[in-house]
Structures are given as C-alpha cells and as structure tokens.
T-cell receptor, first 111, second 111 residues
C-alpha cells in the first residue's frame, strides 16, 4: 500500500532513556515532517525536511534530533527522555509544500 | 505567533443532522485545509482550499475559504455515525511556511 508508515506504534520507556522513531513514505514525496500531538490533541510541527535538508526547526529541545538518510525516510531520535515527552508523534509527507499526508502515529509513554 | 481559533470545541449531535464548524485567525492565510482524525489514527485530509471565496465539496462535506482569507468553515450534511472523530482546520500563510493547526472540533453522533 502507498502510505506514510511509522514504527513503532507504541513505545513505553523509562525516563532518561534514548529512543528512536522511524518514518517511511512511499508516495514519492520530497518533504517530510514530524509533529507532536499533546494530551489535548493539539498538533504542533517540530521539524520539516525537504530533499534531506532541514527547513523547519521549531523551538524543540536539542534532545530531539531528526535524521533523514534519504527522501523517503525521516527518523526521530530522542535523548534523555523526560516525562513531558509523552505524546503521540506523527510523521507526515508532502510533494513540495502541498497537502500533507500523515502516518498513523507513535504513542510514546515515558515512565 | 500564528493561531487559529477553531469552534466549537465539541459537538454531540443526532444522526441525520447537519454540522458546521469554523476556524478564524487574526492573520491572513493563503491555504486552508480540513483534516479528520479518528481514534488511534493520523489526521486524514478532507478538503484543501487555495483561493479566497473558494467553495469546495467532498461528498457530504463542504468547505469554504473566507473572502477575507482569515477564516474557513466546514459543513457536514446528514451526519452518520462514522463521521465521529476530531476535525482540524489548518492554515498556511504562504508557500514554504509551516501548517498551523486549530485545536480541533470533537464530533460525536448519536444514532
């Protein structure tokens, strides 16, 4: 199926750990994004990459580091996880700056 | 910063009723998008609007891009149980800018 996919779907971990979330899209898009959705369902962009180049970097702690090995992948690595990092993280992709298509989300729970 | 005010926050309606929700902003947006998010899933694009005054339909859904470019509304006619979910508006000021999301409208339908 053509889609934006993320792994894992659920991630439960202890405070202080380092974890990664992976995202892949097979839509042929050149722009990928990471969003954070908090407990109140508010969606906020964190990062955007176009052709593997970082173009949007919102005010996100530098414990969060995105990595784009190629146009189809955008991974998110988080160091020293904190309780406040608990949220649902969505990957999205688009062709240029057109409509964004979202992945199914990764629910991160930090204990 | 850029903010979208989305209302109502939630709606609990009878099956068959029409629904209306809207988004307003103090800033001009050149693109308006409407997404629907179901539990455990990512937002799915419903309608994209690119021109002031544009009125676009997608089945029972109709959305309009306000003439002032500071607002948009989404109507759902003859609601059915599968319409339940969270509806988000999103605006983009110009090509290359980030998407800004409203806080969402939670729709519940009584059958």
């Amino acid at each position: 199926d053509t889609a934006v996919s993320q792994t894992p779907k659920y991630l439960v971990t202890q405070m202080g750990n380092d974890k990664s979330i992976k995202c892949e899209q097979n839509l042929g898009h050149d722009t990928m994004y990471w969003y954070k959705q908090d407990s109140k369902k508010f969606l906020k962009i964190m990062f955007s990459y176009n052709n593997k180049e970082l173009i949007i970097n919102e005010t996100v702690p530098n414990r969060f580091s995105p990595k784009s090995p190629d146009k189809a992948h955008l991974n998110l690595h988080i160091n020293s996880l904190e309780l406040g990092d608990s949220a649902v993280y969505f990957c999205a992709s688009s062709r240029g700056n057109n409509e964004q298509f979202f992945g199914p989300g990764t629910r991160l729970t930090v204990l | 910063g850029q903010q979208l005010n989305q209302s109502p926050q939630s709606m609990f309606i009878q099956e068959g009723e029409d629904v209306s929700m809207n988004c307003t902003s103090s800033s001009i947006f050149n693109t308006w998008l409407w997404y629907k998010q179901e539990p455990g899933e990512g937002p799915v694009l419903l309608i994209a609007l690119y021109k002031a005054g544009e009125l676009t339909s997608n089945g029972r859904l109709t959305a309009q891009f306000g003439i002032t470019r500071k607002d948009s509304f989404l109507n759902i006619s003859a609601s059915i149980p599968s319409d339940v979910g969270i509806y988000f508006c999103a605006g983009q000021r110009s090509y290359g800018n980030k998407l800004v999301f409203g806080a969402g409208t939670i729709l519940r339908v009584k059958s």
